[in-house]
């Protein structure tokens, strides 16, 4: 089935510790995004790609990063994790920049 | 940027009634998307509209770009409709521009 799959599901991290979500989109999209939400804030964009090989800093980039290798994988890492980055985290892909955007199952993080 | 406002924040409907949704926004969108989240959390699309009507079974949404502003209707509302609805918009590049949502709660 086409779509777009995250991992882990959910995940308890130690401050400090380094993570990596992980992000796979199968419908050969050629933009893909990274979302972070948190309650009374909404979904904000942390960090962008809008084909393999690129990226770009969204609203919220701080603390985080990402790689563009191929065209269906985009990892974000969190060098060294801190309490304000527990969150909810979205991963979403689109044929290009300014179409509709379809987003995974998300990823759910604490870091205490 | 764009702000996005949605409205009501949050509504109780009983099974089988009607409702709107409404998005304003502040400047001009080139994409306007409607998402519902479950309880699951998961985000389900259900409209890609920068502008005119669509309709998808009990759902439908119109989109006045040159008002700003787009409404989502939901008739003949089934307890599986609760959660949470967003309107989002993309003023230009990539950053889709989320409402604050309205949370909705079908009673049977």
């Known amino acids: 089935i086409a779509g777009i799959t995250q991992a882990p599901t959910s995940q308890i991290l130690a401050a400090g510790r380094r993570m990596t979500l992980r992000c796979t989109q199968d419908?050969?999209?050629?933009?893909m995004y990274w979302y972070r939400q948190d309650l009374g804030l909404g979904l904000r964009l942390i960090h962008y790609?809008?084909?393999?090989?690129?990226?770009g800093k969204g609203e919220v980039p701080d603390g985080y990063s990402v790689s563009r290798a191929n065209t269906d994988d985009f990892p974000l890492t969190l060098a060294s994790a801190v309490p304000s980055q527990t969150s909810v985290y979205f991963c979403?892909?689109?044929?290009?920049?300014?179409?509709?955007?379809?987003f995974g199952p998300g990823t759910r993080l604490t870091v205490l | 940027g764009i702000q996005v406002e949605q409205s009501p924040p949050d509504l109780i409907l009983q099974e089988g009634a009607n409702s709107t949704l409404r998005c304003n926004f502040s400047?001009?969108?080139?994409?306007l998307q409607w998402f519902h989240q479950n309880p699951w959390g998961q985000l389900i699309n259900l409209f890609y509209?920068?502008?005119g009507t669509k309709q998808n079974g009990r759902l439908s949404a119109t989109t006045v770009a040159t008002e700003r502003y787009s409404l989502l209707y939901i008739s003949s509302s089934q307890t599986t409709d609760s959660g949470v609805y967003f309107c989002?918009?993309?003023?230009?590049?990539?950053?889709?521009?989320f409402g604050a949502g309205t949370i909705l709660r079908v009673k049977s």
């Open positions: 979403a892909s689109s044929s290009n920049l300014h179409s509709e955007q379809f």
């Open positions: 419908m050969r999209h050629n933009a």
């Open positions: 790609s809008n084909t393999a090989g690129t990226t």
């Open positions: 400047d001009s969108v080139n994409n």
């Open positions: 509209i920068p502008s």
């Open positions: 989002a918009g993309m003023e230009y590049g990539n950053k889709l521009v």
